[in-house]
């Protein structure tokens, strides 16, 4: 695993859903719950680029490819919270914060910017997970060489 390859991988997935988060919220579209869900396709891009420089670079093993793309989500993750938290306290810190949280999934009452950021760490942290575990289901037999036999070695007369 190369830990560039986690870091910038993971900036480029926080800058695409930065951007992403920035256009909806100029276009008013802000509390639309489900477009929120095109952020996996941004995540999904940063960990195959990682799987897929670790394959190039002959990197081998389900596990090891496994946490380096767990890594780079969480990078992406770690990264976003911290943007957040400025980015609400730069919009008006907890005013900002509760008209947003109303539109989220697991919003409701009045969520602390700590609160917020909880939950956003926990689903983000499932999300990264998930999506790593399904990218490794096509990437599985590329990086994990198990039960594969050596015809040379294995004549049968």
Not at 38 to 66: C, E, P, Q, W
Not at 78 to 84: E, M, P, T
Request: aromatic fraction near 14%; include cysteine; hydrophobic fraction near 50%.
């Amino acid at each position: 695993m190369k830990i560039s390859r986690v870091l910038i991988n993971g900036l480029i997935i926080f800058a695409c859903i930065a951007a992403f988060f920035l256009l909806m919220e100029a276009a008013g579209l802000k509390d639309q719950v489900y477009l929120r869900l095109v952020n996996f396709i941004f995540v999904i891009y940063g960990i195959n680029r990682t799987i897929s420089a670790n394959y190039k670079d002959h990197i081998d093993g389900y596990f090891a490819n496994l946490i380096s793309g767990i890594l780079t989500a969480m990078v992406s993750l770690v990264v976003g919270i911290f943007a957040f938290m400025a980015y609400v306290e730069y919009r008006g810190g907890a005013a900002y914060l509760h008209t947003f949280a109303k539109s989220y999934i697991f919003g409701g009452g009045e969520p602390s910017i700590n609160d917020f950021c909880i939950a956003l760490g926990v689903e983000g942290t499932a999300a990264s997970v998930i999506v790593s575990f399904a990218l490794m289901q096509y990437w599985k037999d590329k990086v994990e060489k198990i039960n594969k036999v050596d015809d040379v070695n294995h004549v049968h007369n």
